[in-house]
């Protein structure tokens, strides 16, 4: 120990001794200034992406300048090409699992140009948000990118010449919608967040605020003038009074969908926010009809019904649900195998199941014989759920959570947290630990439920009077283990419940008109002491059961038309032939006669 004490302050000394003799000044870094550090920084990032770019394949780079031409040539059919099958084929193939290149990367492929690397990193955000996890940095770009699209489309020096496929207009909408949806989910989870994110949070408050994006929506279906558009074509008007009424942006069709599809929406965002009411009310100028454009992308035919039947669930208008719902399902079956290859095909899939759940709630809540089809499919699918709703009772109420939860939109909190007050984030964090069914799902499940408990002894009762056509009050308390004037109570509940506003015969207006019908075809009177029943039964349609089994039929055969026929070999039936027993000729007139005297051949 001593002499490595005496080997340390050995090199003290040695260390003073250079110290003294200058080599201290001599060992200094030499001094830089900024601009020379900029222009080295400079350097340094052209030689990193010089390397990230010779790593793009060469068919990439190829599939980028087709694209980037196509674009500038506004050149529809090579744009949907490019966009629905180049795009998709080479991200299966290079980038399942990774980015694509940044748009500063693949700049020098298209000359720097500011629309097509606008166009590009939507391309890109939107698999990073759909097949990776989408860090702080993507979330605020994204954003960004999004405002210069938008800024770029609504505050230029009059109408772009741009012209993009109507499919992905929608998918600019929606996709710029479903981000603003993930990025309020995220910003909720307080208690996951780091420091540095909740720092970047609390300096970012406008970014995906409701209000921005709200703005966007509004501002592209003003511009557009979709709506005086729209009630100009209603009316019958020329193409040239047309013109005259929606200015020189709504007679683009660039704008002229972007702001069709900004009304669809909006649908979506106030369903997302829970404002049913106004989410039908922005769709006052919208017909549900196959002729509306939103048909022409089935992405968004399937959106905007999915949307409308669920208001119409959070209305308790359960007959309109179940319309809208059987419409749709109707049209997906239809459509289903031609839609097989779509890129969209899962999504279209999930939704589908989603509103089978849903209209397996809304026939337990009214039932109705609307469409034997679709009723035998949502019994396939969720059977279980459907018994225990039929039942009634404390045993349906986690039946109907289960099938809300899973088949509801994914609700969002309008407002961020107070992310600059800490102790309002700390109050927040104790409240989530001890309520964790606080968020916004839960609270629109809990005013679903509202109207579940209420009625939740209805399919009892409705099951004893089924059994009568006349029954005295007494009699039915017993049954119900109840005294008569909660048996009364319970039947103004079950009265009430089969009452409900529906646009039967009104289909020409609002979404939100409609007028009282019954949906019930079991009906009562009550008489002093005697109940007294009614009940109409809706005779079985035919015709959806022979349209269903003549398509199926015609599939089976189909198949068997494409199944090529079993070929025997020649070693097989040379074998056979050999090993078959040789019969003796017959002779004529020696067989066996029938009844009628001739010879059996």
């Not at 990776?132 to 954003?143: A, G, K, T, V």
């Not at 022409?296 to 949307?307: G, I, Q, S």
């Not at 679709?374 to 986690?398: C, H, S, W, Y």
């Amino acid at each position: 120990m001593a002499q490595q004490r005496m080997s340390l302050w050995a090199t003290e000394e040695i260390d003073e001794d250079l110290q003294d003799n200058g080599f201290d000044d001599a060992m200094q870094q030499p001094q830089f200034d900024e601009s020379t550090l900029i222009a080295v920084q400079h350097q340094m990032a052209q030689q990193a992406q010089q390397a990230a770019f010779s790593q793009i394949p060469d068919v990439v780079k190829g599939f980028i300048v087709h694209f980037h031409q196509a674009v500038l040539d506004n050149n529809l059919a090579e744009i949907t090409v490019a966009y629905e099958s180049g795009w998709n084929r080479y991200t299966e193939k290079f980038y399942a699992r990774t980015e694509w290149p940044e748009a500063e990367i693949i700049a020098p492929l298209v000359n720097d140009d500011p629309i097509f690397l606008i166009l590009y990193r939507e391309l890109y955000y939107r698999h990073v948000y759909s097949r990776l996890q989408p860090n702080i940095d993507d979330r605020f770009h994204s954003y960004e990118n999004s405002c210069e699209l938008f800024n770029y489309l609504l505050n230029s020096d009059g109408p772009v010449t741009l012209q993009l496929p109507e499919q992905w207009l929608w998918d600019i909408i929606d996709e710029f919608i479903y981000q603003y949806q993930v990025f309020c989910t995220w910003r909720a989870k307080i208690k996951n967040k780091t420091d540095d994110e909740l720092s970047v949070l609390e300096d970012g408050t406008g970014i995906w605020s409701s209000y921005s994006v709200l703005n966007v929506l509004y501002s592209l279906i003003q511009k557009s003038k979709i709506n005086d558009y729209m009630d100009a074509t209603q009316a019958g008007k020329s193409q040239e009074e047309i013109a005259e009424t929606v200015g020189p942006y709504g007679v683009k069709p660039l704008y002229r969908m972007l702001g069709y599809f900004s009304i669809i929406g909006l649908l979506r965002v106030h369903v997302l926010l829970g404002d049913f009411t106004l989410a039908l009310k922005v769709m006052d100028n919208v017909e549900l009809n196959q002729k509306s454009p939103f048909t022409r992308v089935t992405a968004c035919h399937v959106a905007t019904y999915y949307y409308v039947g669920f208001c119409y669930v959070m209305l308790r208008r359960y007959p309109d649900a179940i319309r809208t719902f059987v419409a749709i399902l109707n049209f997906i079956m239809r459509m289903r195998q031609y839609h097989t290859r779509s890129y969209q095909y899962d999504q279209i899939s999930k939704t589908a199941d989603r509103m089978y759940a849903l209209f397996a709630m809304c026939n337990s809540l009214s039932p109705s014989r609307l469409d034997d089809n679709i009723a035998n499919v949502a019994k396939e699918r969720f059977g279980d759920q459907l018994a225990k709703m039929a039942r009634g009772g404390e045993t349906a109420l986690p039946a109907y959570e289960e099938l809300f939860l899973y088949a509801c939109p994914k609700f969002i909190n309008a407002n961020s947290p107070p992310f600059e007050d800490p102790n309002a984030i700390a109050q927040m964090l104790t409240e989530a630990e001890n309520a964790p069914t606080a968020d916004p799902a839960h609270r629109q499940l809990k005013l679903f439920l509202s109207d579940v408990i209420a009625q939740q002894s209805t399919p009892t009762l409705r099951s004893f009077l089924k059994l009568y056509t006349s029954l005295g009050s007494k009699k039915l308390a017993n049954f119900l283990d109840v005294d008569e004037e909660e048996m009364i109570q319970e039947m103004m509940v079950m009265k009430q419940c089969s009452r409900s506003v529906s646009r039967v015969g009104t289909e020409g207006g609002s979404l939100l008109d409609g007028q009282m019908i019954t949906t019930s075809d079991l009906n009562f009177v009550i008489d002093e002491n005697m109940v007294h029943i009614a009940e109409s039964t809706v005779g079985r349609r035919y015709a959806g059961w022979f349209i269903k089994n003549t398509e199926r039929t015609q599939r089976i055969f189909d198949d068997l038309k494409t199944t090529p026929l079993p070929t025997p070999s020649k070693t097989t039936s040379f074998q056979q032939a050999e090993s078959a027993p040789t019969k003796p000729p017959v002779k004529a007139g020696t067989g066996p006669k029938v009844a009628w005297g001739a010879v059996k051949a």
